[in-house]
């Protein structure tokens, strides 16, 4: 039997950067419309106060960033929609008691599918303030991440920072601080990264540092001039438009140039 690539290695193989749909909201029609247009698919998984799992943040995050909550259709049914699909999916844990259903949802989706995504301890840091946008439900040990790369090999994996220096990728006075980031992601065989900084200070130098170890940093595109990064990278976009296609061999990653 063919071993399956992950999506972090088909990317590797089709030389190009891939662009993530991201959404809050997963409704029918905007699940649907990634479906049939062969993008892909950005969900989070939380669980209520019963230890129920649903698509969206947790109450810790509404309530702390005064946001409405999020309109989305049934975790169960989005992931059956997603099943029958061939598309990416960024998993995104939402809340530490929500990450037996993220395992589930692997299962379903198969992990080569899969991204799957989580605020890690190790990368907790505080050279800037975050208090306002902190929700402690949301971050796990690294270890997390390494144990389901262990249960599915395919699996693509994502640590995501938070409170790094904003000049963290052009300034040169931190070159010890991305080399103990870059330290924690290879020991745990983390495949991707969101620093979680201005997304304006990437630069082809700043890629380059992690992709000599198989590292691709994750980068939001939608306010940022794309044009000068030839490097690969893992970009994220609000738009549907502007999301890579997928092709549906399972064996390469056709970016939407």
Partial sequence: MKKELSLAKQIY?????????????????????????????????????TGMPYLGHSREYYEKLSEPWDQSIPLWEAVELLANANIP????????GAWR?????????????CLVHAFIFEFDFHYIRHDDYYVRCEWLPVEQLKYLKSKFPAITTTASARGLPPDILISDQ??????????????????????????????????????ADNILPHVMIDKIDTSGLTELYIGETDLLESASKYTNNKTQIEANQ
């Fill in 13 to 49: 193989k089709s030389r190009k950067p891939f662009i993530f749909f991201h959404t809050h909201e997963v409704t029918k029609e905007v699940l649907l419309a990634a479906i049939n247009e062969n993008k892909s698919m950005d969900i989070d998984i939380c669980v209520d106060d």
């Fill in 174 to 211: 931190y070159q010890k601080l991305l080399k103990d980031i870059k330290k924690i992601l290879i020991s745990n065989q983390v495949d991707t990264v969101c620093l979680n900084v201005p997304d304006n200070t990437f630069s082809n130098r700043a890629l380059q540092f992690f992709l």
């Fill in 89 to 96: 999916v960024m998993v995104d844990c939402k809340h530490y």
């Fill in 101 to 113: 259903y993220v395992e589930d949802v692997v299962t379903r989706l198969g992990a080569a599918n």
